[in-house]
Structure formats: structure tokens, C-alpha cells
């Protein structure tokens, strides 16, 4: 099935989220290497490539929500309390407000500084929304790492929910991600 149903998600909804998960956790390791490695000659190079596929992660998020926006979402089992579903929510809720604040971060840091990453893998230039200026450059890549922090805690806390889901209430949450089967009746 391609779309979600009120039992489980569908195949665009899977393939966006593991896609997602891969490239952002990829760009926070990559980011981390490229902010504790010695200064080298192709350091620009390095951060380019970050940047663009940021991009990328920027626009696949959008389209995961405008997707997310126009499929049901899944019910969660029936037997969920209210805090947890209220939980569960916030959650997501926070999940998709960091990567778009992430990402529009490190946007806001490329057009900052000078020279800047606008120019997306040789292709095109990328829109800048900031103008050079030092000073900000810094305080977005500040504010960018800080919150990239932030993303990698709230991915830890949907991780160990996964895991709960998975091993403690083993209520076939986590098989609807990963096959996109109903729960078990």
C-alpha cells in the first residue's frame, strides 16, 4: 500500500522516515567530523556537501509533512493511555520543528558568511535568505550546532520508544514503520 491507513503507514510514509533517519543521523556525525577535525585545505568542500544535503533533508521534511498532512496517521494501539498518545505527539511535533530549525539554521549560517554554500552540488545556486555578515555567521552556526544537539536527544527518545514499543509492550508499533503491517487483532 502506498498510503497510510488508519491501521498502519504506508509505503511513502516508510521510505521518507528511514531515508530521513539515515541522512539526518549521517549529518550529524558528519557535522561533528567536520567541526572536530584540524583545519585543512578542503574544509570548504566538506561543509558544502553538508550544506547541500541539508537542503535535501530541508526539503524531504516537507514533503514528509505535506504527505504526513494529506494520510491518516495510525492509531495508536487501544490499550495506549492519553499521556503516552500526548506524548507520542509532542514528540513528533518536536522531531519535525528541530530538523526545519536545524536545517533553516544552517541555511541562515551559509548565507551569513563569505564565501557561502549556496551552490547546491555544481548545479544551481541555492536562494540565500541571510546576507554576509561575521558576527551572525557565528551565532547561526552556534545556534545550528546547539540545536543539532537538541535533534540528536529527541532522536534517542523516539529510538528508546521504539525499543519499548518493541520489546516491552510488543504492540506492533514498531513493525508498522518497518513493514507497514497492521497490529496484530
Known amino acids: 500500500m502506498i498510503r497510510n491507513t488508519n ?107 563569505s564565501p557561502n554554500y549556496s551552490d547546491f552540488f555544481g548545479l544551481f545556486h541555492m536562494p540565500q535568505f541571510t546576507s554576509p555578515d561575521r558576527a551572525a555567521a557565528d551565532a547561526y552556526e552556534h545556534r545550528h550546532i546547539f540545536f543539532a544537539y537538541v535533534l540528536l536527544a529527541l532522536i534517542a527518545v523516539h529510538v528508546i520508544a521504539a525499543l519499548w514499543h518493541q520489546f516491552i509492550r510488543r504492540d506492533r508499533v514498531v513493525a508498522r514503520m518497518v513493514s507497514g503491517e497492521a497490529e496484530a487483532g
Open 7 to 113: 491501521a498502519g503507514w504506508g509505503s511513502v510514509a516508510r521510505w521518507l522516515h528511514w531515508i530521513l533517519a539515515l541522512a539526518i543521523i549521517g549529518m550529524i556525525g558528519f557535522g561533528w567530523w567536520m567541526n572536530h577535525v584540524p583545519a585543512r585545505p578542503d574544509r570548504f568542500f566538506y561543509r558544502s556537501i553538508h550544506a547541500d544535503i541539508g537542503y535535501v533533508i530541508l526539503l524531504l521534511t516537507l514533503i514528509r509533512m505535506s504527505w504526513r498532512a494529506l494520510n491518516p496517521t495510525p492509531a495508536l494501539p487501544a490499550e495506549t493511555s492519553r499521556w503516552q498518545k500526548i506524548a507520542a505527539h509532542i514528540s513528533h511535533g518536536a522531531l519535525y520543528l528541530v530538523v526545519i530549525l536545524v536545517a533553516a539554521l544552517g541555511w541562515a549560517h551559509s548565507g551569513a558568511r
